[in-house]
């Protein structure tokens, strides 16, 4: 299975760094917003929805959704109220999921979905559209996949104290701790070679924003495992849905977006 992970990861990263930091933000925007509709379709199938006419209804509606906000994507008004909604989601899910393992109605479900996928694609293709932005969002990209690293391998060398047992009984703290120490070490030399004009403060913004990428992974754990199912579909072999490979990301990047917003390093 590793083996498999490594080779779809080897195939997949030169695509997303040339998207990253080769195409213009229109097309970004473009291929980007086919990303969230997979990402709902999937979503619907975990939400319980397994009618194809239903599930095609919901991805042409996200589809209207994410056309009418790239006509106001650079609504500075709109981003702030989208952001802070998604932080207001994210830190309901900290308790959600950690605490209380409610089962939801399909229509309850399907609203976290929007709240997961949208504020993240909103923050995404904002940062990708500023000055520096597709540096900075290749810069984030690299510090959600170190944390993943950092926290897999040493939750298998380390690993005894179960995060979040009844969601994902494979996650440790000692994998958050390994986790959290590969972000560090990964945002100090960005900030020293990278973006040294943000300052340490931007370490700050990055941890949090890998903090809450935990978040993101356990509850989309949560709906998998309320749905049944291991993966969220088998779009990437070895990886699973695409749900599976950008649940970190949906929630860092809200968190990552408000951070540079209030210093001011979005433009």
Known sequence: MLKQRVITAAMLLPIVVLLVLMAPTWLFAIVSSLMVIVGM???????????????????????????????????????????????????????????????????????????????????????????????????????????????????????????????????????????????LGVSITGVILVLPQYGYFFVIICLFSGWFSVVGDLSESLFKRQAGVKDSGRLFPGHGGLLDRVDSLTAALPTFWLGLAMQGWLR
């Not at 609504?75 to 702030?80: F, G, K």
């Not at 089962?103 to 929007?114: A, D, R, V």
Request: some cysteine; overall charge positive; aromatic content about 16%.
């Open 41 to 183: 379709w999937e979503w619907s199938k975990l939400s319980g929805g397994d009618s194809i006419p239903g599930n095609l209804f919901k991805a042409l509606l996200v589809s209207v959704i994410l056309y009418l906000l790239w006509l106001i994507h650079g609504n500075v008004a709109v981003l702030w109220v989208t952001e802070i909604a998604a932080m207001a989601w994210w830190i309901f899910a900290s308790f959600w999921v950690f605490f209380w393992h409610k089962q939801f109605p399909k229509s309850i479900k399907y609203i976290c979905g929007l709240l997961t996928l949208i504020p993240a694609w909103m923050a995404f293709v904002d940062v990708h559209a500023g000055t520096q932005g597709p540096k900075i969002l290749l810069f984030l990209l690299a510090l959600i996949w170190s944390a993943d690293i950092g926290a897999y391998f040493s939750g298998k060398v380390f690993g005894r104290h179960k995060l979040a047992p009844k969601v994902s009984p494979g996650k440790t703290w000692e994998g958050v701790a390994g986790g959290s120490l590969a972000m």
